[in-house]
């Protein structure tokens, strides 16, 4: 485990699996080697009468565990919890219902190159499987902190997309958050990186996919 | 006369493939009927030409070739001739091959020879006089060590004395690198043993941990290059400034992944960042970049 980067892939008039396609030619000829499919899902239940949403999120990268958010439109708890805590969900169902049309899923091929381990997936929403977009993990194994190599991740990135490699940090990263001391600005890039912080770059990505498909909901 | 015998097996070599030419191109015309008659007889003739030229070389080889004066002095191997056993037969090239081998190992341990010669890099210390031929050991070398240890003060580096046989010859320093790496420093009193490096999400507990390889590739490079660096830096005489110096080259590896290589101002090359740091000036290079 070590830090990663998720970024959106523009199509630029190319179909999904076209854009897919060319990206994994692109690796091989880098020299990247395939290693199996990802697969990374969420679904959201929600309360019966509250403004409480629960995420609740897998990656095939840690398939022991359930990442959950509870999200009450100011903050968010993340919890890491046993494969058990999706049988608790069910038992709760009266109280938080699941909302099939909006579960969303980025699954696709796995590539090793170097230390480096590159995801491309595609994002589909809802049992109809509706194609939403690309999203590009990277995830730069040896390093613990963002702060130490996100320059390095960058320049990997621009080696493999060009034009449309990310220049500016992720904004998971930079958002200041509540901290004891109000005149320190306290965000994420110096901390040292947790499998939970890619579930929530995740969730936000998907949640941008979804505000794109349908009003925001409630 | 080698060189002789070589061209010679060359020019046969050449003529029998313009020979599988011909026919290759007969069978071919006979499975296409409908192939241009003219045409095929043309390309027929230029192969039968070559097939004649090659001919003539192979004639005009053999003739410069001189009969052997008298018969081959093989040694030994000449009785192999008079082997009847037929499952003895094949010794014989066998019997070439571990000459060659022999003689290849030969060159290259007196080339290794020359090379090792050039380069001392004898990590035990004699002195000329006969009284003193041991190694040297300090006398205490644990307080040595420990003192050592605490005079060193680099930012971003937390060192740790274990000593898990309980002998005070030898130690284990276990140095973490800012959140970047760890690395395990074996001494036996001042003098540097092995070094092993890993990622900081590595185990390094188990005393069997140092002899495993990290699972990242570049802290297997950087362990390399500190291996190079314990043999740099290595002086008997000077024992506590040859580790301290290691160490504080070991330290300058808290950038490694946020600072460019000096030389092409890049961070990835061949997917590993600037493995290297000059012994010198501690700048950050690629393995490919320092020369």
Redesign the interface.
């Known amino acids: ?1 070590g830090v990663t980067i998720l970024t959106p892939y523009p199509l630029q008039n190319k179909s999904g699996a076209e854009a897919i396609e060319e990206l994994s030619k692109r690796l091989l000829a880098l ?1 990247a080697t395939q290693a199996g499919q990802f697969l990374v899902d969420g679904d959201i239940f929600e309360h019966s009468f509250k403004k409480i949403k629960i995420h609740v999120m897998h990656n095939s990268e840690y398939p022991a565990s359930v990442f959950s958010i509870l999200d009450n439109g100011q903050k968010q708890i993340p919890l890491i919890t046993d494969l058990i805590f999706d049988l608790l969900m069910l038992k709760v169902n009266p109280i938080y219902s699941s909302k099939k049309m909006i579960k969303i899923e980025s699954k696709g091929p796995r590539f090793e ?4 381990l590159v995801k491309l997936g595609s994002v589909t929403m809802s049992q109809n499987q509706n194609f939403k977009g690309i999203l590009i993990e990277v995830d ?6 963002p ?3 996100w ?2 991740i960058k ?2 990135l621009q ?1 493999l997309l060009g034009q449309q490699a990310p220049t500016a940090i992720p904004g998971y990263f930079t958002n200041t958050l509540p901290s004891n001391n109000p005149n320190q600005h306290y965000h994420r890039f110096n901390d ?1 990186y947790q499998p939970i912080d890619t579930v929530q770059q995740y969730l936000e990505h998907f949640n941008n996919y979804r505000k794109q498909s349908q009003a925001p909901t409630i | 006369m080698e060189n002789q015998i070589n061209s010679a097996i060359n020019a046969i070599k050449l003529l029998r493939s313009s020979v599988s030419n011909v026919f290759e191109t007969t069978l071919s015309a006979q499975n296409n009927s409908i192939q241009d008659e003219s045409s095929f007889l043309l390309e027929l003739q230029d192969q039968l030409s070559t097939v004649d030229v090659n001919f003539k070389s192979i004639e005009s080889t053999i003739n410069a070739l001189n009969v052997p004066s008298g018969p081959f002095t093989l040694g030994n191997t000449a009785v192999l001739n008079h082997e009847a056993d037929p499952d003895r037969q094949g010794v014989y090239t066998d019997l070439v091959n571990s000459y060659n081998w022999y003689e290849k190992t030969h060159l290259y341990s007196a080339l290794a020879n020359t090379m090792l010669s050039q380069n001392s890099l004898k990590r035990s210390f004699y002195t000329s006089s006969n009284k003193r031929r041991r190694p040297t050991v300090p006398v205490n070398p644990a307080q040595l060590v420990d003192h050592m240890i605490n005079s060193i003060n680099t930012n971003n580096m937390t060192i740790k004395v274990y000593r898990p046989f309980g002998t005070p010859t030898s130690a284990f320093l276990h140095v973490n690198l800012s959140r970047v790496m760890k690395a395990a420093i074996i001494l036996r009193g001042l003098v540097i043993e092995l070094v092993t490096v890993k990622g900081f999400n590595e185990p390094l507990d188990s005393v069997d941990d140092h002899w495993i390889e990290s699972r990242y590739a570049v802290f297997r490079k950087i362990q390399d290059h500190a291996h190079c660096a314990m043999l740099h830096f290595y002086s008997p005489t000077f024992a506590e400034l040859a580790t301290r110096s290691f160490i504080t080259w070991l330290a300058s590896y808290s950038n490694i992944f946020s600072e460019p290589c000096k030389r092409c101002q890049r961070f990835l090359l061949n997917n590993l960042p600037p493995t290297y740091r000059d012994f010198r000036s501690l700048e950050p290079l690629h393995e490919e970049c320092r020369h």
């Open positions: 485990m020299g190159l170097g230390d480096f730069y194994r040896p390093c613990l902190v702060a130490f190599c320059d390095l320049e990997f080696g040292t």
